[in-house]
């Protein structure tokens, strides 16, 4: 490397770094290497000489510097930022003009006219080729947008580097159609199956929607599907409810009847009787009404022809049907589901009678604790009323 490039390099890097605006995302010095990378490897293919080798990686290393003046003409910027640069480093006339005429290759609509153009147009759209041209390519979207230049939308964008990869680039060298070409169609196909997915994807939501919109029934069948699970939800909710209620009142009389009543023969003990009653009788009208609410109701279980020609009984539920004849349920059946108003007759009917099971059972669960609470309350009242008044003696105080 001669000193001169070393000393571009080095200003080329401190340039980039310093003095461009961060929202260059895609124009920055990742790019200025990779185009410089690109630009050596082409070298090393066509073996070119020392003096076209120096003037093409200058180009390389100085193309994008105008973008830390502005992004419109920034190649006429560049060639400015190089002159100035090459100038003070005593280059030779001819050299800055190739260098100069070799950036201004890079303008995107340029046509190629010697190899050293050539060489710098493909190692620029390098990328084009690569495993990363995905993510530099959003890089590149993402700058736009920050900049205020354009805004697309994934779909535009996508559409427009199809645009770009068909219609509008091509590899001009040996080297980048036998290295990089098969990078790049791979690149153009993955978004082409994109672009065909996302419609595919966008279709489907298309006939998705209409389908809703045709199919009202849908929502019914939602609304009633719901309400049915949170009906459920509230029952087991209430059956463990009561029997928790059910638990702890057993464990209670359990101790008390094991504990508590041996001892109320003795006289010294007496007091003791009146809490230990009232608290096992609350107790025992806590566990009757947990049973209560737990207790399933027996139904007839059975319905004739006539029921369901009249729209009279409830099919859904297994306690009209569990001692019929498996003929005359499946006839039933057939009956029930040919008529669609019938079907939601009788979900209304499985929603109606389980809602008044429900407040059947949550208005026991009411009472029962409401007697739990005021029998452990009374009792404890009680007791400490008997201590302090008999003192433990059996005898008043």
Request: glycine share 4%; proline share 2%; hydrophobic share 40%.
């Amino acid at each position: 490397m001669t000193n001169l490039l070393k000393s571009v390099e080095s200003f080329v890097h401190q340039l980039l770094t310093q003095e461009l605006d961060e929202r260059f995302l895609y124009h920055n010095m990742s790019h200025t290497l990779r185009v410089v990378q690109s630009t050596k490897d082409l070298i090393d293919h066509y073996a070119l000489s020392k003096e076209h080798s120096e003037a093409l990686l200058l180009a390389a290393w100085l193309h994008d510097t105008g973008y830390s003046k502005s992004v419109a003409d920034h190649e006429k910027h560049s060639c400015d930022i190089a002159r100035d640069f090459l100038g003070s480093q005593k280059a030779k006339p001819e050299l800055i003009e190739k260098v100069c005429g070799i950036i201004t290759a890079t303008m995107r609509y340029h046509k190629p006219e010697t190899l050293e153009e050539e060489i710098i147009r493909d190692a620029d759209s390098s990328h084009l080729g690569s495993k990363e041209f995905t993510g530099i390519s959003e890089r590149l979207r993402e700058e736009l947008k920050l900049l205020d230049i354009a805004d697309y939308n994934s779909d535009q964008w996508r559409a427009a580097n199809i645009e770009m990869l068909e219609k509008e680039h091509r590899y001009n060298t040996d080297y980048a159609i036998e290295h990089w070409q098969a990078g790049k169609d791979i690149n153009l196909q993955k978004l082409i199956k994109e672009r065909k997915g996302e419609k595919k994807l966008r279709k489907k939501e298309q006939l998705k929607a209409q389908y809703k919109q045709e199919n009202p029934e849908r929502g019914v069948q939602t609304l009633f599907r719901v309400t049915m699970r949170n009906h459920m939800k509230l029952s087991d909710i209430a059956d463990t409810k009561a029997n928790i209620l059910l638990s702890v009142n057993a464990i209670i009389l359990s101790l008390v009847i094991s504990n508590l009543l041996p001892k109320l023969d003795t006289p010294s003990n007496y007091y003791l009787i009146l809490p230990t009653v009232i608290f096992c009788i609350f107790s025992i009208a806590s566990m009757i009404l947990s049973v209560m609410a737990t207790r399933p109701n027996v139904t007839s279980g059975a319905f004739s022809r006539e029921d369901v020609k009249k729209k009279k009984v409830n099919l859904l539920f297994f306690g009209n049907f569990h001692k019929m004849d498996l003929n005359e349920f499946k006839w039933a059946m057939g009956e029930l589901v040919k008529d669609q108003s019938y079907v939601y007759d009788s979900l209304t009917m499985d929603l109606y009678y389980l809602g008044l099971v429900l407040n059947r059972k949550y208005k026991l669960l009411r009472w029962t604790y409401t007697i739990f609470i005021i029998g452990m309350v009374l009792s404890v009242l009680v007791f400490f009323l008997a201590l302090t008044l008999y003192g433990g003696s059996g005898i008043p105080v």
